[in-house]
Each structure stands twice: as structure tokens, then as C-alpha cells.
């Protein structure tokens, strides 16, 4: 019988609570032995370490967030921390660990697999969808359906009121999230930080529009532009003529029942993981790509910059 | 055959749609023929006047703000555009008048009806619940149900994360959103404009949670009280030693499909206002206290300040 | 110090767990010490009853359904299972009981007060809003709004494809929740038990709605009626000429995330009924109606059949 | 300049708004003249085929259903019909057709461009997603979040209440929408066409698991199974003594607004299926899988069975 654990790291995100489910479930059906580390890495540190049950996962298939907690840790980048954390894994007798988070989370776990030989797998989880080497990271799908909602709920405000909205979502330098807000809500213009723009060149077409008829603007801004949303708002008003609202949907954005997508990705992201290991994967990240879920390296996770789907990119420049 | 024409005024609210859509089947239903008054009075002035029929309402029953805009109106403060609009509605044979809006919205009204004779019937329409002599205006149930789904959605990263959070919701000088969502959300702070606090008050008690295993608070304050929500965020982390975050909730709160309760009463106050004018009330809001639906004057509405509900506010010095 | 305990029975409902949070937070500031009474009466007799914390009802305020179980029991309505239950609670010092639960619940109580002594109040809970005495009962608003969920997803259905849909919903021997989602959905057809109907009288205007282009209709019917729903669905296929569906919603109205007014009713009746407890009211059923909340007696609820309100009934002869 | 024009038949799905919006967005930014034909093919043949702008998708993204009706059509089986429909499309210039819908509506599709030449690709849309070659049809995973909602309001109440829960998906002989709900609900039994079963193999555990404490079961079952739902509630009262009901989700499966997921796809499918016509392909239907977006046969699409995707089917036997 051999002990297993999980931890959270970085920004929380809608299904990491079903991943944690099915992580007790399924390493419970391998004859595992699951742990629970809570507070990611200074969880680790401090020995906030737990055997998990059944029951530790009922009624949570359902919650956003995650029910282990989540935190940054600088502790963990110096030595003497991650020797106390191998020391108690060691009294624990865990060899395995499972961590949900970004690329930051990860580059971490590298340095801790070569100094004390414990296996890892890392699960790529941010609703920024800004890790390299895997096209999906958990969370964004929620994510995206909770930004749906607000851009619904202001489209109804602002064609009521005559306005342009600014939409501020989050993404950090990736503007993943707004691209796909943009396409599937007939947003009227989207600026993410992967795409130069000028505001100039949409001024005559926008006046046209108004002079057409139309009553409304919906912009969609990444929050890694170069520009904040107040700025783009004071171009309507002074340019396109048009009175506007600002609104930065922040935190609501990480919340909020997983979707299926996203409980059903946990699922196989768990999956994947716990077989990985036991089958002697000892140092990767379970990643999602066109040809089905792969184990990468560290190193190709987390070397290079994610690009923008070049599909999706270049429906940019279409209507 | 009589001619009868709705407006709406002010922000827009949900619950603007469904009304519409009563009144649309209400008054023909009466044998009068309705008219839709389209971007509030500012419409009444530029003869943006329209009859309306049901297939102008079908499908709208559901969508949040309203079908046929609304506007501020500075044009309408002026003598010379009201007797446009006066103008307009004699060409169309239209004597009575609904107006959904809010109490500024009223007050030109009541100049109106003098100069002019139109009978009128006012209902109130904000999601700010600072309508005096009535105790709901419409809008406000959806409003609350959105602010939920965002406090539920920070909650679940508050949660993960170790947080204060600081919700700020819409309400200009009422507290009542702030104060009605505390209380179904089970916040830990709230902040409104009738009470005076003092943070200081607070610390001993926070810290001492934090003491006890609280992991996170959510702090839901009203726009209209003194210090911005950044100032509380800076409290937390300074006073209280927790690392925090503001979302202010901004206009989504304003959009939406609308409750069962907000349909409910845009049927029953448009039924009351389309009856009351039938009846020779002509210069009246219709309002929603403890005794039912009642008419009150312009007067009496918007004299005065509305006082928030005693019994909610002295929840605040409950648990 | 007193002890005071809180139970459910009969049907669950959303905006028991909002109740539960807040007896436990109100019963503690009054210096009482709460307890909770698993399984209804059942739990009473076999006595699942233990004492309750923050701890317990951390988290629980938006789930629908209960925490501490529902249910119906055969064995209260005998004596000897009530002396047991007596005993139990001697045995721990309660000598207050809180009962969320519909008349069928209340009923056995005021046998159980008469026998023994032990203090109740009665909150009204039950999503057919049957009980009378009282305008509102716990769960209505909730179970309304999910009704509304699923009326808006079959209307979209309904007119891509040019079908009748009859939905029935539930709601016993009373059309209250059929005929609010009727005037709030805007459907063509409510049948309720409260009122005579011959389908034979619709024939006509319903052929000359097709004739003027209608596509669809939705026909919301109580589960009360004297008909089974599949026989309107007949009358449409063989009277009226269109295909016709049966949807039956079920359960799904009983659950899902408390409204604002449920939770804060939940608020309200709760603080109503350990005030009326701690004033001496030993007996009694918290109620709400035009005139705020009042207590009544277990005859007075239990006495009479519910009336269907005069006003909304009234509106089934309008359009 | 060249016409083309788009068409719903069969079954109605979520997603088919978002793909009409962006298909007369896209194909007027290429310089095609968009029409839609109203009810499926039945349109065709009655003439009900118009030019398509702008406005007639305005605000439609966020709705269910489809704006152009859908419709099953015999006479389009008959060549004098099929005849009709080519009149009708000629006259109107009309040379390619975009075609919403079913194996079922694909089959006459063929027919078709054999007799008349009229150029067509299909895009897979059902709930069911049944079809053969595709990975994804259009509606799938709104009808999965629908379901979702669904379950979790019925597990508030059977964990309330000790029950046994019922809940019947649709799917037709597919079992898709019953096995993904399954895995990403946590229910405790799941039975679909594609695995034989014995309910005689569970009875032990679901006893021990009562024994452990259980206090609810729900089981999601395809409408395709060879028992009727009620058989399997009976299994659960007579065999492992629970009082159970049966839900019976029904048409609220093909409603609600889109998710993020079936407003991209629908943007996606649309662009390559407007794309494919332009670049000579004929008569095929676009799909979705693992390599990306390619072309089928209409032979390649109906003419197997599809079969479950082989890593959910193996999920079936693990917890």
C-alpha cells in the first residue's frame, strides 16, 4: 500500500473540488492511500498533512474554489523549508504527490523532486489558460461561463441605456479569456495584449455604426493591455461620442459551480495523473492537447511563453 | 377608444420588460390602445412614440432592462421641450401615461400634468430601494439575486485563499442592498450609510476570529458610505493583518432575467396603474406598502428622504 | 442558560439551511444553547439530537434542502413513541422546540405540548404554500424561480418546433405555484384545482391564435387538477391540431440555492420564533401575512383549508 | 455575388442561435448574400426562405432554441417535393445550404445534391450526440450543464430525505448525456444502452453502503436502457429497501442559454462549413475530433452506429 498526496497552488479555480473527489475515489479503488496537503506548499511546510476519506470529498463535486485550500508560498523557493516539507512527507511515509496549479507552482516542484526523489505530477489549473505545452488548463471553462453572465447581464443595461461598456477580464498577459468572451458573446471590440492596436482605426466605423442605428458597445479588454479600461472608456466618450461604464469583473471570475467541462477534465486529469505515476512517470504534467492527454517535462511547460491558438486569433480580424 | 403610452425614466431596471409586456395586454384587454414612448421623455420630446401591439412584447418576458430604452432628461426640465412633447402626445390623442422610473423621474411629472393636463400614474423603478412611500420598487428582488451569485461565486475563492474580501453594491445614498445582502449572505461586515461605524470597533473581535480559525471575512459595503472600499481593504491588511481584495460589483447588478417576484409585481403594479387611471387618479404614484397597493401624490414621494426599514437595520447589531 | 432545539419534517425545502444558520447565530447571542434534532420527529424518538455550533452551519446558507435530514413519521402520532421523545429531551433540558415543517407537522405538536409541556413555535415550510393563516411559507419563492428556469428553456424549445407543452408542477391540492408561473411566464393555459375550467371553452380562440400565426403554446397545470397532464396533451393533438409534449417537473422544485427572499424570510421567521419562545408564546405558528408577522394558534393554521389569494385568482379571468 | 442559405431540421439545440448569428455575420463579411429557410425542409418546399441581415440576429446569441424553427418533414422524402424545394431555391439564386441537424436530416440532404446540384455541408446538432464521425454535436454540452443543475437541485433533496433518486436523461439509444452525467455528478449507479447490466450485481453493496450510513442514492439512467425507469425505482424499494421516485428531466434537456462551449463550436463549425462550400466541398458534413475539424461523407456519417467513446465507457467500471 502505498501513500499518495494532493495540494492546491497559486489562484484557486473552479474543479479543483471535483478533481479532489475523484483523486480520494479513484487512488482509494488503487489501492492507494490518498493525503490531503492543505494551503498548498506552506501546507507542506507546516505539516497540515491529512489521510482523506470518503468522506472528506461528499457534497463538494459542486463547490468552486477548493475545500484544501490554496496559497503562494515563498518559503518553499529556500532549501531549509523544503527539506522540513520532505521530512514530513518522509514521516508520512507519501512518495507521491499530485499539484494542481500554474507554471509558478510548478517550477518549484522540480527542484524538490531532484533534491529528495519524491514523484510528482502536476495538473495545469488557472482560468488565465496561460500554460504552455497544454491546450487546457482546469477552470477556464467555468471561468468563461461566469464572464458569460455578466457580459449578458450588462449587454441588457447598456442596450436599455445608450452606453459603451468596458469590460475588464482577468488573464494576466494572456488574453485568452477575453478572446473567447468576445466571439461568443458578438462583442462589438476586444483589445488583448497578444495583438497591437490602434484605437484610431476603429473610429470611423464605430461612428458609422451609431449613425446606422446602433445604440450600444461592448468592449472586452484583457486586463494585460497597455492601456487600463478607464482609458478605453474615456475614448468613447471623447472620440465615439458615447457616454461609458467601466466594469472589472475581478474575483467573480474564479468562483461559481464547475461546469461539466471542467468536472469532467478533473476527472480525466486525475485520472491520468495517478496512472502516470503509478506506471513510473516521476517528474511531468499531465497536459491536454489536440492529440489527447500527454505527460510533458517541466521544462517544456514552463520554458516558454503559451501562444495564443492561432485558429482562434485569427478570428480576430474576422466579423 | 382611449390612448394610453408608457415611459421609462432613469436607470434602467429588470422587470422594465415583463411590465411592458402587461401593459401591452392589460390596456388592450381594457379596449384601450397602448402606445410605447420610446428612450423615456427624451422620446416624448423627438416624437419617438410608437402603438404598440403583442407581438412587440413576445419573448421579452425573460430579458433584463428594457425594450424600449430609457434616458435622463435635461431637455425635459425646460418649459419649451415640454410643451413639444405635449404636442407630440395631443397629435397621437394620448391622455394617460405610465412612467417607470425613479423619484427624479417623477418630479417633472407633476409640472407636466399641471401645464398640460396628461394624467399620469408613476411607478417606482430602481434597484436602490430609496423610493420614499413605498416599500419596493421594482428591480430590487433581481438585483439582490445577482448580488447573491457574485458574494456565492468570492465566497468560494475567499474560502480558498485566505482572504478579506470587500463587495461593494450599487445604492447611492441607500443601504438597503448592501444591508439585505449581509444578511442572506452571512458576511462578516456591512457597511451602510444610515450607521455610523467606527472600524476600531471591529478589530479586537476580527482578530480574535482569526485567533479562533476564520480563514477569510467578506465585508459587503454600500457605495454611499464615506470611505471608498479600498480604504476597508487597507483597514484589513493593516489592522486586522489579512491580505485582501475590492470587487465592486458595478452595473452587472442592474441586468438579468428577472425573479418570479419582480414579474409578479410589474404585473400588479401595472395593473393597478392602468386601473387607477382608468378611474380618475391622475397624477399618482402607485406604491407598495405592508396595506397593499396605495396611491400616493407626487408630493408625498419625493418630499422626503426614505428611511431604511427599521427592523432590517436593527438586524445590524444582531449576529 | 436555556436549551433550545430545531427540527424539520415533512418535504424539504430551500430556505431550511439559511433557517438553521440562523437559529443556531441567534440563539447563541441570546445567551440559549442550540440544538439540532435529526430526521424530524423521528430523530426526536430516537434521539438524534445533538448540540449545534458555528461550526455546524458554516457554508450551508446557499444549499438547498436541509442538514440535519427531514421526514415523515407514523410513530408520533403514537404516545408512547412521544413519551420517549419527552425523555430524550429531559434528558438533555430542552424545553423549546423550534418546527419548520407544513400543517400535517404541526399538527402532532400541539397533541405532544398538551402532554408534556415542552414550549413550540411553528415556521410555516412547505413549497405549495398551502398552509393557512399565513400569505408565505418557507421555499415557495425558490421552488418559483427554478419553475421559471424551466418554463423559459421549454418555451425555446417549444417555439422552434410548433408544439404545445403542458408542464405541470407541483403544489397538492393548491394552484399557487401553477397560477404565479402562469401570470409570470406568460403561458396561454393554467389549469388549477381552485377553479372550474372546460377545456372546450379555449377551442376556439386557441384555432384563431394559429390561424394568426401562433407556433406554440404552454399550458401550465397543477398537479391537482382532475385531469392527468397527458389528457391536455391529448386535447391539444386532437382539438386544437398540434403535436404536444408532457413534462412533469418533479423534485428538481424542491432544491437548488435559496433566493434572497427565502433566505431572508428563513432570517425573519426564525428571529420572530425564539423572540415569541423567550416572550412566553408556547403554542404557537409564526405567520406572515399583509399585516407583518403574528403568531396563531396550531387550530387557527390547521383548521381551515387555505384560500387561494382573492387578487391573483382574480387575475386568471384577465389576460 | 453568390447566395447561401442555412436551415434547422430535427430535433432543436442550444448553440443553433449562436451558429445563425455568426453565419450571417460571416458570410456577408465574404460577400455572400445569407437567407434563412424557416422550419427545415418543410420551408424549403413552402417557400419560406428569406434574405438575412444584421438585425434578425441581434440578441439572439444568448438564446436557446432556434430563431428559424425547426422541423421533422416527410414530404421531403417525395422527389415532387424535393422538386418544389430546388424551384424554390433557384428562383431565389440560392446554390449552397448550410444544414443544422441530425443523421437523419443529412440522409435526404444527399439525395438532394444528386437531383438538383444545390451544394451543402452538414453540421452535426443533437442533444443525443449520436452522431458517427464526430466527436461533438452542437448542443451537447448545455444540455450536459442543464442536466447538471438538475441533479444537483435533486440531491438536495434526497440527501434531505433518505431517497432514492431516478433521474432518466434523454439520448435516444445513445448514452452519452446518462455517462457523462454520472462521472461528473458523483451519483451512485449509471445505466446506459451501450452496457449490459444486472441490478442483482449491486444489491450487496448498495446494502453495505446503507449499512456505513448512506442515506441516498441517485442513479442516472438513459431513456434507452431496456427497463423502464420505474422498474429501476422499483428495484430500489423492493430489493434495497429505499423509498424512491423517478425524475424525468425531459424537454428542459433542450433549452437554456448556450453555454461558452456550444457558442464557440457553433462559431467554429460555421466558419469551416461556409469555408468548405467556398473551396469547392459539396456534400459533406463537418465534424469534430481529436485531429481538429475535417469533412466527412454522408455515407461516412450515417452509416454506422457511433459508438461510445471507449475511455468514458471504461470509466463505467472504475468509482
Given amino acids: 500500500m502505498q501513500n499518495i498526496a494532493i495540494l492546491c497552488s497559486g489562484g484557486d479555480v473552479s474543479g479543483m473540488n471535483p478533481a479532489l473527489k475523484h483523486f480520494v475515489e479513484y487512488t482509494l479503488q488503487k489501492n492507494l492511500t490518498p493525503y490531503f496537503v492543505y494551503d498548498g506548499y506552506e501546507g507542506l511546510i507546516d505539516n497540515k498533512i491529512e489521510q482523506a476519506s470518503y468522506c472528506d470529498v461528499s457534497g463538494i463535486i459542486n463547490r468552486?474554489?477548493?475545500?484544501?485550500?490554496?496559497?503562494?508560498?515563498?518559503?518553499?523557493?529556500?532549501?531549509?523549508?523544503?527539506?522540513?516539507?520532505?521530512?514530513?512527507?518522509?514521516?508520512?511515509?507519501?512518495?507521491?504527490?499530485?499539484?494542481?496549479?500554474?507554471?509558478?507552482?510548478?517550477?518549484?516542484?522540480?527542484?524538490?523532486?531532484?533534491?529528495?526523489g519524491i514523484k510528482f505530477c502536476g495538473i495545469p489549473a488557472t482560468i488565465d489558460n496561460d500554460i504552455n505545452a497544454t491546450d487546457y488548463s482546469l477552470g477556464v471553462d467555468t471561468a468563461l461561463n461566469i464572464i458569460k453572465t455578466s457580459i449578458d447581464a450588462i449587454r441588457d443595461t447598456a442596450s436599455s441605456f445608450k452606453r459603451a461598456f468596458v469590460i475588464e477580464t482577468m488573464g494576466r498577459d494572456c488574453g485568452y479569456l477575453a478572446l473567447v468572451s468576445h466571439l461568443t458573446s458578438g462583442s462589438e471590440l476586444c483589445l488583448i495584449p497578444e495583438k497591437e492596436y490602434d484605437l484610431?482605426?476603429?473610429?470611423?466605423?464605430?461612428?458609422?455604426?451609431?449613425?446606422?442605428?446602433?445604440k450600444y458597445f461592448i468592449a472586452i479588454v484583457s486586463e494585460g493591455i497597455k492601456q487600463d479600461s478607464s482609458e478605453i472608456a474615456q475614448w468613447f466618450e471623447n472620440k465615439i461620442g458615447m457616454e461609458s461604464r467601466v466594469s472589472i469583473l475581478g474575483h467573480i471570475q474564479r468562483g461559481g459551480n464547475p461546469t461539466i467541462y471542467d468536472r469532467l477534465?478533473?476527472?480525466?486529469?486525475?485520472?491520468?495523473?495517478?496512472d502516470g505515476l503509478l506506471a513510473g512517470r516521476d517528474e511531468s504534467v499531465i497536459c491536454y492537447t489536440k492529440s489527447g492527454f500527454e505527460f510533458n517535462s517541466i521544462e517544456e511547460?514552463?520554458?516558454?511563453?503559451?501562444?495564443?491558438?492561432?485558429?482562434?486569433?485569427s478570428y480576430l480580424d474576422k466579423p
Avoid: P
Fill in 64 to 116: 468552486g474554489g477548493t475545500k484544501i485550500g490554496s496559497a503562494r508560498s515563498q518559503r518553499f523557493m529556500q532549501k531549509k523549508y523544503r527539506d522540513i516539507a520532505k521530512q514530513n512527507l518522509d514521516t508520512l511515509g507519501i512518495e507521491m504527490l499530485v499539484v494542481l496549479g500554474g507554471d509558478g507552482s510548478f517550477r518549484g516542484l522540480d527542484i524538490f523532486y531532484k533534491e529528495t
Fill in 200 to 214: 484610431k482605426s476603429f473610429e470611423d466605423d464605430f461612428k458609422k455604426q451609431i449613425k446606422n442605428g446602433r
Fill in 265 to 274: 477534465m478533473a476527472y480525466k486529469f486525475i485520472t491520468h495523473a495517478v
Fill in 301 to 313: 511547460v514552463t520554458s516558454k511563453t503559451k501562444e495564443l491558438d492561432a485558429e482562434l486569433l
